[in-house]
């Protein structure tokens, strides 16, 4: 160690053991401070470029400001310490620790913090661009808003860490832990993340156009409003995912298991599905064209035990742009507010009793009629819940019976048996619950008894998920303006109208 050295590190030591703390501004360039301990030192806009600090204590020191570029910080205490603006570019931190310090706004381009302790650091806004991040611990740190383009983050601890609106454009995140971490809004465009821990993880409103995710796993991540245009997703995991408006356009799903999936409203026009798991993943109100899929993985274990083949583009566009099944309710009459809230409370009670009817129906109000639509993701669901939806209105009795009717001739088509019972059942559910819901909703005050809605004609419709509707009841004085035909009877539909209309179902399970 040369003279001039030693006398800049007599100095500092001198002053620090007679108590002496403020070294604001101070000039340690090239200085070697190596394992010196200046803990809890103001060290405010000091200069120590290329100083050799490695293996000094400097926990909860203040270097606001401070120039460290190129500085040797290897193996240093740095933990609460604050560096806030700081700038520490090309330097060498490796093994360092900085659990819970302060880096708001700092400068770490091209910086090696491999294997840091970065546990609930705070870099918000800090510029960590090409920064070696191998095996780093970042547990619950903050890195809102910071800049990680072409990082190297691969085998990265950052559980529940905070990287909302950060930059992480090519970075280099495989293997890496990250599972419940906040990823909202983030750049990650052709970023590596390969074999990553994303479970549980905020990935709404991402960008991940071009990253590669190939065996990663997503497993009940928010994937919502997030772009995945072009994103290899090969094998990854994204059960229970919320694929919710996601952009899939020209991304690759082989084999990718979406097993529970939420992906209403996703754009997956020209994505390559092919071995996709999709059991009880919904296949409607998704855009699927121009897509490659030529068989499809429906088991509820993803091992391959029900496999849907296709023969065309169209066939595998057709399985995936199914449409809800429906049971619309067309009342001929206008909803007053009375009516409104004794529905309300009647279909709450309903739902109760079959929960398949959870969802409220949509209520649609024209100039002379009133439309309630309910929407079902099964088409067994549908003559149950027609069933019990018609419960309110006088037509009630009428319309049940032409159901039942209609069943009883389900059991004598040549249908699959397992198919037949799957029908059958759902009605058997819903008739043992009628008495019951009569009751209940016999309970139910009408606050203004005025109201003839509920006596008012009525149509009831069923639309299957293939989009074949089927008439079970019509009120013989509907559309009549209220003038009253007796002679008009409405007739069941039995025979070929059934069959073409459960032939237009959706069974797959």
């Known amino acids: 160690m040369e003279a001039d050295e030693l006398l800049k590190r007599f100095a500092i030591v001198k002053r620090y053991k007679e108590g002496d703390r403020d070294f604001t ?43 460290l570029n190129v500085a040797r910080l290897s193996s240093t205490n740095l933990s609460r310490a604050i560096l806030n ?13 900085l659990s819970a310090a302060q880096l708001i706004g700092a400068s770490l381009i091209r910086s090696e913090l491999v294997r840091c302790e970065l546990s609930n650091t705070n870099f918000t806004g ?22 990680l383009s072409g990082a190297n983050l691969r085998g990265a601890s950052a559980s529940s860490a905070n990287f909302e609106g950060a930059n992480l454009h090519g970075a280099d995140l495989t293997k890496a832990e990250l599972s419940g971490v906040n990823l909202s809004n983030a750049d990650m465009r052709q970023a590596s993340l390969q074999q990553v821990n994303l479970c549980g993880a905020d990935l709404s409103g991402a960008n991940l156009k071009w990253a590669d995710l190939s065996g990663a796993n997503l497993n009940g991540a928010d994937l919502s409003d997030s772009k995945f245009s072009g994103a290899n ?40 599905l092919t071995g996709a798991k999709l059991y009880l993943v919904p296949r409607f109100g998704i855009i699927a064209d121009d897509i490659t899929c030529q068989w499809v993985d429906l088991s509820s274990a993803g091992d391959r035990t029900q496999i849907q083949k296709f023969n065309s583009p169209s ?50 109000v024209g100039y002379r009629r009133t439309i309630l639509t309910f929407r079902f993701d099964s088409d067994e669901h549908l003559f149950a819940a027609a069933f019990l939806a018609i ?22 088509q040549n249908l699959d048996k397992k198919r037949i019972v799957q029908l059958c059942k759902a009605l058997i559910a819903a008739r043992d619950n009628l008495n019951k819901l009569i009751y209940l909703l016999s309970t139910i005050p009408i606050v203004d008894r005025t109201t003839k809605f509920f006596e008012s004609p009525t149509q009831t419709i069923l639309i299957s998920s293939g989009e074949e509707s089927l ?15 007796q002679d008009s009877i409405f007739s069941v539909p039995l025979g070929q109208k059934v069959v073409d209309f459960l032939a237009s179902f959706d069974y797959v399970e």
């Open 471 to 485: 008439t079970v009841n019509s009120h013989g004085n509907f559309g009549k303006g209220g003038a009253i035909h």
């Open 233 to 272: 997703l090969n094998g990854a995991d994204l059960r229970n995912t919320n694929l919710a408006n996601a952009s899939l356009v020209h991304a690759d799903l082989t084999e990718t298991n979406l097993i529970n999936a939420d992906w209403v409203g996703a754009d997956l026009r020209g994505a390559n």
């Open 126 to 147: 800090a510029n960590l661009t090409e920064a070696d991040l191998r095996e780093v611990k970042l547990t619950q740190a903050n890195l809102c808003g910071a800049n």
């Open 315 to 364: 066939e595998s566009r057709k399985f995936l742009n199914r449409t809800p099944g429906l049971v619309r309710i067309v009342v001929d009459a206008l909803l007053d507010h009375s009516a409104n809230i004794f529905l309300a409370t009647a279909y709450r009670e309903i739902a109760q009793h079959y929960p398949a009817m959870s969802c409220p129906p949509n209520i649609e």
């Open 391 to 412: 419960l309110p209105f006088k037509d009630a009795v009428r319309t049940q019976d032409n159901i039942v009717a209609i069943g009883k001739t389900i059991e004598s």
């Open 25 to 67: 501004g101070i000039n340690l360039n090239e200085a070697n401070l190596s394992r010196i301990n200046l803990s809890q030192s103001i060290l405010m806009r000091a200069s120590l470029f290329v100083t050799n600090i490695s293996g000094a204590n400097l926990s909860e020191a203040n270097l606001s400001e401070a120039n």
């Open 85 to 97: 603006g700081a700038s520490l570019n090309v330097a060498n931190l490796v093994r360092a620790d």
